[in-house]
C-alpha cells in the first residue's frame, strides 16, 4: 500500500505507518507517526477556532491538540460479504434507461428532498441522492464508500435508494462529504448511525460536523440552520488517498476551500471491464455569501479559492458529477444520453465558469455593491 493512504476495510492507516493484510483482507497497521486522528465532540468543548481555508497551521493550540496524533493497531477479524451487487453483465442500454428514467422523474424540480430513482453513472459507481442535491456510491464486494447525506430528511431517500440498487446500507463502511452545509451532510449524523460506517473530512470540514454549527470563516457564515452533530469524524489531510479493500476503492481528495473553507472534490476511476473511466465530483465552489461577506476582504482566503479553481481546472475528468447536479448540467447530460465529456474539458470548463463567476462579484464588490 502506498505512504499516503490512509484507510483500509474497517482499519486507518497514515503515511507513516506500514500496511500489511491478511488473506481475508482484513488490515493490520504497524505502530508508526500515526497521523490520522479520531476526533469526538467532547474534545472540541470550550476551544476557539480560527480556521483559515484547510490551513490546520492556523488553528488555535488547544485545536492542534484536539487533533494530536493517536497511537494505535488495529487487528480485525473477518468482515461479513455485502450483499450481491446488482448484476456486472448490465447492458449500457440498461444504465442509459436508469439515467433517462431519473431526468424524466427530475424534471421539473431541484427539490433538496425530492426523491428520484438511482442509477448507475458508470461501472461500480452510482446516483443515489435526491433530485436536488447529489449523494454518490462506490461500490465494492467487501463494502461502500458514500459520498455526501442529503439534509437529515435526503438522507432517508439516500438509504431508500441505496437499498433499491440491491444493496444493503449496512455494507457502506465509508462516509465522505464534498463541502460542510446542512443541504449536503445535514444528514450525515443519521447516515452514521443507520450504517456504523465511519465519518471523513478534510479538518475545517470535521469542526463543523462535529458541532452541528457553520464556521466562522464560512462565507455564509449565519445563514443556514443547525445541524445534528456527528459523533465521530476522522480528519483527511491534503495529499492522503483513500482505499477501501486492497487493489480495490481508491479516492483521491482535493481541498477545494472557497465555497467553504472544509470543501474537498473527490477524483476516482470506475471500470467496466477494460473501459475505465475517470471520474470527478467536484464541489460546489459558488461565489455565494452573506450580504456582509466580502471575498474581497479576506485576501487570503479569495487566494486559496483562486487555487482551488486552478486545481480542479487542471484535474483530468471524464465524468463531472457535482453536489447540486444542475450546476454541472446533469439532467441534460441524462436526458441526451450521456455523462461523458471529454478529459479535461468537464472540469476545466466548469472551473472556468465560476471563474468568471467570482471575478464578476470581486468587480461588483470594486463597486460598492
Keep these: 500500500m502506498a505512504q499516503d493512504d490512509i484507510f483500509g476495510p474497517q482499519g486507518v492507516a497514515s503515511p507513516a505507518q506500514s500496511v500489511t493484510w491478511n488473506a481475508q483482507g482484513d488490515v493490520r497497521t504497524t505502530q508508526g507517526d500515526v497521523e490520522s486522528h479520531k476526533v469526538t465532540a467532547g474534545s472540541l468543548k470550550g476551544t476557539k477556532f480560527s480556521l483559515g481555508p484547510c490551513n490546520t497551521r492556523s488553528m488555535s493550540r488547544a485545536w492542534r491538540v484536539a487533533f494530536a496524533p493517536l497511537t494505535f493497531a488495529l487487528s480485525l477479524g473477518g468482515a461479513t460479504a455485502p450483499a450481491a451487487a446488482p448484476s456486472s453483465s448490465d447492458t ?32 461500480n459507481s452510482y446516483y443515489v441522492g435526491t433530485c436536488g442535491i447529489a449523494a454518490i456510491l462506490i461500490t465494492s464486494p467487501k463494502g461502500h464508500v458514500l459520498i455526501d447525506s442529503g439534509t437529515e430528511k435526503g438522507a432517508d431517500v439516500v438509504v ?132 456582509a461577506y466580502r471575498f474581497s476582504a479576506h485576501p487570503g482566503y479569495l487566494a486559496a479559492y483562486r487555487a482551488s479553481l486552478a486545481k480542479l481546472a ?12 444542475s450546476a454541472s448540467g446533469m439532467r441534460e447530460k441524462l436526458a441526451k444520453g450521456s455523462l461523458a465529456t471529454p478529459a479535461p474539458a468537464s472540469c476545466r470548463d466548469y472551473a472556468k465558469g465560476i471563474a468568471d463567476r467570482l471575478d464578476a462579484r470581486i468587480a461588483k464588490e470594486a463597486d460598492g455593491g
Excluded at 440498461?94 to 431519473?102: E, G, H, K, L, P
Excluded at 444528514?187 to 475545517?204: H, I
Design 314 to 325: 487542471a484535474t483530468p475528468c471524464d465524468i463531472l458529477l457535482t453536489p447540486h447536479p
Design 160 to 291: 431508500a435508494n441505496i437499498r433499491a440498487l440491491g444493496f444493503k446500507p449496512t455494507d457502506v463502511a465509508i462516509l465522505l462529504s464534498s463541502h460542510e452545509h446542512f443541504d449536503h451532510v445535514g444528514g450525515m449524523a443519521k447516515l452514521q448511525e443507520t450504517t456504523g460506517a465511519r465519518v471523513f473530512a478534510s479538518p475545517a470540514a470535521a469542526r463543523v460536523l462535529l458541532t452541528g454549527e457553520d464556521a466562522l470563516a464560512d462565507p455564509q457564515y449565519g445563514m443556514h440552520p443547525p445541524m445534528r452533530p456527528v459523533a465521530r469524524v476522522g480528519v483527511i489531510r491534503e495529499g492522503q488517498k483513500v482505499r477501501y479493500n486492497r487493489n480495490g476503492l481508491v479516492l483521491t481528495p482535493l481541498f477545494t476551500p472557497g465555497h467553504t473553507p472544509g470543501a474537498t472534490s473527490w477524483q476516482w476511476r470506475s471500470c467496466v471491464g477494460q473501459d475505465c473511466r475517470t471520474i470527478v465530483f467536484a464541489d460546489s465552489l459558488s461565489p455565494v455569501s452573506s450580504d
Design 92 to 123: 449500457a442500454s440498461d444504465t442509459a434507461r436508469s439515467q433517462r428514467a431519473w431526468a424524466a422523474a427530475c424534471s421539473d424540480s431541484d427539490g433538496w428532498d425530492q426523491p428520484g430513482p438511482p442509477f448507475r453513472i458508470f461501472g
